[in-house]
């Protein structure tokens, strides 16, 4: 059976189980325990799945992955999205710059531009960018997560409202088969939705494994975007939703 054949049916063993051993599936698929154990590794770090002690199960829709984590994975991917969006945004603009560290990766990018003005809820995006002397960066006040330097809660969400820029530069964790945009932290997704409404273009950036992704708090719909930076084609019905609401789509591999 072919490596990709087989990944594709753990997913779906496991959507149907719950959680399957690492014994089981060599059993099922009549491999050894050690190309099982290489499949998982494969499977978690693109976060198809989950892996546990002993086996593996469906990914978790209540804990994102740790941000030391994130900042390493599909790094290349990150940065020619990045690269990607930094091409669309003129000198001396405004814009809006969410949590996360695709945002963060796209921040760099944007450090070769002039005259901008981002509004921002990530104090490493803020950092980033404070070395740019005509760059006016505004960090929106709120409370201080600290394991990734996010700010959030209702006084962002009030700060936000008060602005309307050119382009809103949006990550996310996670974007269902139906196009809904899914996040683990519901006060960070109540500023995303801030951001979204008030912002006169929404560039949405997603690596390629943020499709299927498990999140439990929905942000919004991939529809409400203008358009779509990915670095891997995405599936099929994501392409019609796209196509059937106008929403442009950038494909950087």
Known sequence: MAQETRHKQIIDLIAERG???IDDMAQHFQVTPQTIRRDINYLDQEKLLQRYHGGAGVPSSTL???????????LEEKQRIADAIASKIP???????NIG???????????NH???TIITNNLHVASILSSKEDFNIIIAG???RNRDGGIIGEATVDFVKQFKVDFALIGISGIDDDGELLDFDYQEVRVAQAIIKNARQVYLAADHSKFGRNAMIRLGNISQASHL???KKPPQNIIDI??????DLSVTD
Request: no cysteine.
């Open 242 to 247: 796209l196509g059937e609401n106008g929403v």
């Open 101 to 111: 560290t695709t945002t963060e990766t796209i921040s760099k990018a944007l450090l």
């Open 142 to 144: 709120g409370a201080v």
């Open 229 to 231: 930076f990915t670095s």
């Open 114 to 116: 002039r005259g901008l």
């Open 64 to 74: 994102n992955t740790a941000y030391s984590d994130r900042k390493i994975q599909n």
């Open 91 to 97: 000198d001396n603009s405004s814009m809006f710059i």
């Open 19 to 21: 959680y399957v051993t």
